[in-house]
């Protein structure tokens, strides 16, 4: 009796009969072969062996998810369906081939299944030596040939999938061939020490308390002097050292920052560390002491013009924030209403370019108390940009997230909506240094049309959206339509 790899390897011989690679005519059945080769040096799992043997089948043949997870089981079918794109029939490839990316990438990320980055490593590596030898005879003149004629987006394309599957695969040798083919053609997109044999120290945070969460990760106590920000699944090695590279320029400007002495691995994810003594998140401090919020709230109002009293130049490399902001809404609203999304694009142009600071991601979770001063821990979101960038967040966290369901804000900060929503006055107050209700509804009004579009973003990045989540952005939309046809501009 044949094994499941057996079978695996029958079956697709037969349904890859006749086919051949793009490149020089090569019959398809080598690749998946190839593949599978790569994945036997990181495994012995037949599951995810037959998983590479079949990745193709769906894209490449009349076979389905259906035959295949009949003949060879969920999982096996669940491993190939991760690497399978959306067809998108009748329209061009060329046309598709970033949103069909971005979508599978999506899919990769959130996925649990070590053998799911093991096939995609496997893949991207059999297909990377492809380009690499390709690229070694005709240079430049490779790219014609594809669907995406622009190098610096298969760049972005292989970069991105080397980082995911970083922590989990970086000391395997197909992750290093990996990254020296990608050097290759883009040199220096990786450090080469990437190349060479790395350990991270290994941390665990159990049984430590945790101090705060975001929308990144979650932040702990590990003892009495260290804390650990543990990043979500979502985030790289590369993304963990931006904010730390983002967190010493910040410390450098003047921003009261805390700085991170070193990267390790918490199970599957990335944590930095931070030496900061006897010191808790103003969260923390305010779900104890929740009759001092407008303390609280002058504390985070005064870190805040800190942050936007400091002036940068072009030299410094900070982006500005008003690309995120559209970013937000050709990822987000764009998906459900084009004209409403133009409406917002010309409201946002109306933001005046600044030479000052934002934080990007401004809320309690993001600072520690240490000695009564304030530190902010999470600087990946710094940029340039209006002072309405980081008041828009607040009103997002304190307000905004609380209207379908208080429980959401309050798990998030660890206080109850109502003190969120205290603290989000006080704070505007002390900020403005006004107690004009016409002024606070002014810049209110204009806060809350940056937070609507940022949660209608948020909830586009999910693998699907559910009937809940499509009733949350059609209100959000409800109110977006009202507000960009009385706003004329977001300046205050």
Same mark, same amino acid.
């Given at each position: 009796?044949?094994?499941l ?8 011989t037969?349904?890859?009969q ?12 080598l690749h ?31 076979g389905?998810?259906?035959d295949?997870?009949?003949r060879? /089981? ?5 491993i ?26 999506k ?22 030596r492809?380009l ?13 040939s ?10 972005w394309?292989?970069?991105t ?22 050097n ?6 990786f ?5 060479r ?63 991170s ?8 994810q990335? /944590? ?8 808790d ?11 001092q919020?407008d ?7 005064d870190?805040a013009?800190t942050?936007h ?18 970013g ?10 084009e004209?409403?999304?133009?409406k ?6 109306t ?11 401004f809320?309690?979770?993001?600072v520690f ?9 999470d600087?990946d979101?710094l940029?340039?940009?209006h ?5 828009s ?21 660890g206080?109850?909506?109502?003190t ?11 900020y ?11 810049v ?11 949660l ?12 809940t989540?499509q009733?949350?952005?059609?209100r ?10 009385k ?6």
């Amino acid at each position: 009796m044949m094994n499941l790899l057996e079978e695996s390897i029958v079956y697709a011989t037969v349904m890859y009969q006749g086919k051949v690679r793009k490149f020089k005519g090569v019959p398809f059945i080598l690749h998946p072969m190839e593949v599978a080769q790569i994945l036997a040096t990181m495994t012995d799992d037949q599951e995810v062996l037959a998983a590479g043997i079949l990745h193709d089948i769906l894209e490449e043949t009349s076979g389905t998810l259906q035959d295949i997870e009949k003949r060879f /089981g969920k999982r096996v079918a669940m491993i190939v369906a991760s690497e399978s794109e959306n067809d998108y029939p009748g329209e061009d490839r060329c046309a598709t081939w970033k949103r069909r990316k971005e979508e599978s990438l999506k899919v990769l990320k959130n996925s649990n299944d070590i053998g799911v980055q093991m096939l995609w490593l496997a893949d991207k590596l059999a297909n990377m030596r492809s380009l690499a030898r390709i690229y070694s005879e005709q240079g430049e003149a490779l790219w014609k040939s594809l669907h995406q004629s622009d190098p610096e987006e298969h760049c972005w394309y292989y970069r991105t999938v080397a980082e995911i599957v970083e922590l989990q695969l970086n000391k395997t040798g197909a992750f290093k061939e990996l990254v020296k083919h990608i050097n290759f053609i883009w040199p220096g997109t990786f450090d080469s020490d990437k190349a060479r044999y790395k350990k991270y120290k290994e941390v665990s945070v159990d049984g430590c308390k945790m101090l705060g969460r975001g929308a990144k990760g979650e932040v702990y106590r590990f003892d009495d002097e260290l804390i650990i920000k543990v990043y979500n699944q979502n985030n790289t090695y590369h993304d963990v050292e931006q904010e730390i590279a983002l967190s010493r320029k910040a410390f450098i400007l003047g921003i009261p920052t805390a700085i991170s002495f070193g990267i390790v691995s918490v199970g599957r994810q990335y /944590g930095s560390m931070y030496e900061l003594v006897e010191s808790d998140t103003v969260s923390v401090c305010l779900s104890r002491n929740p009759g001092q919020v407008d303390f609280y709230a002058k504390m985070m109002a005064d870190l805040a013009r800190t942050i936007h009293n400091t002036e940068v130049t072009d030299e410094d490399g900070f982006p500005d924030a008003v690309d995120r902001m559209t970013g937000y809404i050709k990822r987000g609203i764009a998906y459900e209403s084009e004209e409403l999304a133009e409406k917002c694009l010309r409201l946002v142009e109306t933001i005046p370019k600044m030479t000052t600071l934002v934080h990007g991601d401004f809320h309690t979770g993001n600072v520690f108390v240490q000695n009564g001063e304030p530190l902010l821990i999470d600087m990946d979101r710094l940029s340039t940009g209006h002072p309405l960038v980081d008041i828009s967040g607040i009103y997002y966290f304190y307000v905004l997230l609380g209207e379908d369901d208080p429980s959401v804000v309050e798990d998030f900060m660890g206080f109850s909506y109502q003190t969120a929503t205290v603290f989000y006055d006080r704070f505007l107050k002390h900020y403005l240094n006004t107690e004009d209700e016409g002024k606070i509804k002014e810049v209110t009004e204009k806060a809350a049309l940056l937070g609507y579009i940022r949660l209608i973003h948020k909830i586009h990045k999910n693998p699907e959206i559910t009937e809940t989540d499509q009733r949350i952005i059609n209100r959000c939309l409800e109110k977006i339509t009202v507000m960009v046809d009385k706003l004329t501009s977001l300046n205050f």
